[in-house]
């Protein structure tokens, strides 16, 4: 069974900066997992932002910006806002038409 | 834009079986820059990807529901479905339909239906 791992939460001032990291439990991410980026706040829908790794979707603004660290997929707010507090879901596509959903982040901005 | 909507019971019985539509407008389900995927999210927990299909009717599984779960195809009506057998209370959640973008190797869920809650109870 594939786990995807993602810090439970994370606390950041408003103006500060933060990154998520994502990885698996056995072995390392690669570009080749495709990893992908979600916003979610309660009641809703969750919200793209970032797809391969590093290309933000249309409308997500300059401030989230994905990447690798090491042998994860890593998330960065920079400059983070109020209204960037919200879970935020990694997501690898493990080939096959299979896809594989990190346990999530809750970021607090405080 | 893409748009999506889902669509069933909201209350199922323990033991029952859970079926769900999704409506897929402005975009033909028939596009081969797409698979269509259910995902689903208890209570106060985290997404879980259950399951996707291609217009052609190829199926993927989360291999821990492959057992009770089927997602068809309806190319008439745009639709695609799900239906996940003997359920229980831990398959209460909410359900959202997505599609999948395939398009130059990009493979992210790129809209998403709103959701829809289904309750297993009695």
């Known amino acids: 069974q594939t786990v995807v791992t993602q810090e439970p939460s994370f606390s950041v001032s408003p103006g500060g900066t933060v990154t998520l990291t994502c990885g698996l439990s056995?072995?390392?991410?690669?570009?080749?997992?495709?990893p992908s980026w979600y916003q979610q706040t309660p009641g809703q829908a969750p919200r793209t932002l970032i797809y391969?790794?590093?290309t933000r979707s249309s409308g997500v603004p300059d401030r989230f910006s994905g990447s690798m660290l090491g042998n994860k997929a890593a998330l960065t707010i920079t400059g983070a806002q109020a209204d960037d507090e919200s879970d935020y879901y990694c997501?690898?596509?493990?080939?096959?038409?299979?896809?594989?959903f990190g346990g999530g982040t809750k970021v607090t901005v405080l | 834009q893409l748009q999506l909507q889902e669509s069933g019971p909201g209350l199922v019985k323990p033991s029952e079986t859970l079926s769900l539509t999704c409506t897929v407008s402005?975009?033909?389900?028939?596009?081969?820059?797409?698979?269509w995927g259910w995902i689903r999210q208890p209570p106060g927990k985290g997404l879980e990807w259950i399951g996707s299909?291609?217009?052609?009717?190829?199926?993927y599984y989360n291999p821990s529901l492959k057992s009770r779960v089927t997602v068809s195809v309806d190319t008439s009506k745009n639709q695609f479905s799900l239906k996940l057998n003997s359920v229980t209370a831990a398959d209460t959640a909410v359900y959202f339909c997505?599609?999948?973008?395939?398009?130059?190797?990009?493979?992210?869920?790129?809209?998403w239906g709103q959701g829809t809650l289904v309750t297993v109870s009695s």
């Open positions: 391969n790794t590093n």
């Open positions: 997505a599609s999948a973008n395939i398009v130059a190797t990009k493979y992210y869920f790129d809209y």
């Open positions: 997501v690898l596509y493990m080939g096959s038409g299979i896809w594989v």
């Open positions: 299909i291609y217009y052609s009717g190829s199926t």
């Open positions: 402005v975009a033909s389900i028939s596009s081969s820059n797409y698979y």
């Open positions: 056995s072995g390392s991410v690669y570009l080749s997992y495709y």
